[in-house]
């Protein structure tokens, strides 16, 4: 089982996510390269909410595919161009992510390889077996 720290001794999170996860021995990982809100049509929405959810739709699929799910992610790093899509990012992410929520970082970056490209996030699960 894994374990979410968040101890009182330091400052509690500024939103939603653990300070750390302890990962047991014996559980497999899954560490994903970052993920881009693009559809598999090559369509690119234009709000970074809608990125976001296409982002974590794509994890969801690596997850299946590694027999894993959502409850897996320990760590989330996210990447968005600008403070203004930092509530949007947020919003779509916590329709995807449940309590106890992973360790996170979220940068501001100046740009991806695409100029549509608002937000890209990578992750790293670990599941017993």
Known sequence: ?????????????????????????????????????IATDDAIPGTVEEQTALCFEAVGALLRAAEMELADIVRINAYVTGREHLAGYMAARDRFIKSPPPASTLMIVSGFAREAFLVEIEVMAAKEG
């Open 1 to 37: 089982m894994l374990t979410h720290l968040t101890p009182e001794t330091i400052r509690a999170p500024f939103a939603r996510y653990s300070h750390g996860v302890v990962i047991p021995q014996g559980h497999r990982l899954l560490v994903c390269s970052g993920q881009l809100g």
